[in-house]
């Protein structure tokens, strides 16, 4: 089993910077992808940024030169650093883990940005 906590959520004025984190634990598969995705309200939730073990990255086009997504050396840990925040990037943001064995997903942080 595969445990992920997020953190470091929190309420910004628009314009201002955050990061979160996402570690997890457990029986982590050694080949998987890690993802961060939202969701605000009255919306579908939406994919942001993933993160291959190989480091390669990708983002949805929304947020592409404002936030950028990492993982350490260990790859148990991803980060989501929001740069330049809009009104619009308000959400509950998960991380998920993605493994040939199935998915994992965290319970979530709230971001707020306002304007």
């Known amino acids: 089993q595969v445990r992920l906590v997020e953190s470091g959520g929190g309420l910004v004025q628009a314009g201002g910077s955050l990061r979160l984190s996402c570690a997890a634990s457990g029986s982590i598969p050694k080949i998987n992808t890690m993802r961060w995705l939202r969701q605000a309200p009255r919306q579908q939730r939406e994919f942001v940024a993933g993160i291959s073990n190989d480091g390669i990255t990708n983002y949805v086009d929304s947020v592409k030169g404002r936030l950028t997504i990492s993982r350490n050396n260990a790859g148990n840990t991803v980060y989501l650093q929001m740069n330049s925040l809009k009104p619009e990037d308000t959400a509950v943001y998960c991380c998920?883990?993605?493994?040939?064995?199935?998915?994992?997903w965290g319970q979530g942080t709230q971001v707020t940005s306002s304007s």
């Open positions: 998920a883990l993605i493994a040939g064995r199935g998915s994992y």
